[in-house]
């Protein structure tokens, strides 16, 4: 009988060791995007090293931006890719030391009605096409009343209904508005304004429960080390230009 416990118990303890950590995002090229029925982005990829060497198996899984935050809060996934830090997220959310990366919001017009961008007072009476839940530091541009706020289900949504006249101008990450821009060859009709709205990082936050606050001060200080290597720099190269070698196939 002992005998058949220590084996009844190691196997339990080969299933605990199996369960992946179930972590949620949504589609957001180049940091994270699906290609090929895989996951794919600068911050995926980033991830799954560190993962890799903490030894920790992943479950990605792909959704809408709102969905992600409510299975977060209601215990259904361990962790939440590209979110920004925030006091309130404080609560439910453990966030490590180190950012994954820096993101720059600007707005996006089409060519043919370039609206000028210099001050908040330049939105006035326009409509802005956002994307729902998304966090946007600067307060001024997040509470304004000066204009009118869309949201669209999806970033390819927003930019779709920006060449149809729906929205005068988009707000996006430069660098995300871009890739996809090119990805949906509109590069002929779309533009951006050099002028940053806000500046923020995007972080890997996990749930509050104190194994993933271990967990996610251990992939700070890992993040932070693999940022150092040549390996990094290689993904940041990579990821650079918009759409260069990185095609969507969607």
């Excluded at 198996?57 to 259904?76: A, F, H, I, T, Y």
């Excluded at 956002?130 to 949504?157: C, K, M, N, Q």
């Excluded at 429960?209 to 040549?230: H, T, V, Y």
Aim: hydrophobic fraction near 40%; charged fraction near 30%.
């Amino acid at each position: 009988m002992p005998a058949l416990l220590l084996i009844l118990l190691a196997c339990l303890a080969a299933a605990a060791r199996a369960e992946p950590l179930r972590i949620v995002s949504e589609p957001w090229a180049p940091y994270i995007y699906e290609q090929d029925g895989q996951p794919r982005g600068l911050d995926y990829e980033t991830s799954a090293i560190v993962f890799q060497r903490l030894g920790v198996d992943v479950q990605w899984d792909l959704m809408p931006w709102k969905r992600c935050l409510v299975e977060l809060e209601s215990g259904q996934a361990d962790a939440v890719l590209d979110i920004f830090h925030t006091r309130e997220r404080e609560t439910q959310m453990a966030f490590p030391g180190e950012p994954l990366s820096e993101v720059e919001f600007v707005l996006f017009y089409a060519r043919q009605r370039p609206y000028p961008f210099q001050r908040l007072d330049d939105l006035r009476g326009l409509k802005v096409g956002v994307s729902p839940g998304y966090w946007y530091a600067d307060p001024a541009f997040r509470s304004s009343p000066l204009f009118i706020r869309e949201p669209a289900p999806t970033h390819e949504a927003n930019l779709g209904k920006l060449v149809r006249d729906r929205v005068d101008l988009v707000v996006n990450d430069r660098r995300a508005g871009r890739f996809l821009v090119r990805q949906m060859g509109l590069e002929a009709d779309i533009g951006q304004h050099e002028r940053v709205v806000s500046r923020d990082r995007l972080y890997l936050a996990f749930r509050r429960q104190p194994r993933l606050e271990g967990l996610a001060e251990r992939f700070g200080e890992a993040l932070k080390r693999f940022k150092q290597e040549p390996g990094y720099a290689q993904l940041l190269k990579r990821y650079r230009e918009p759409g260069v070698a990185n095609s969507i196939n969607r």
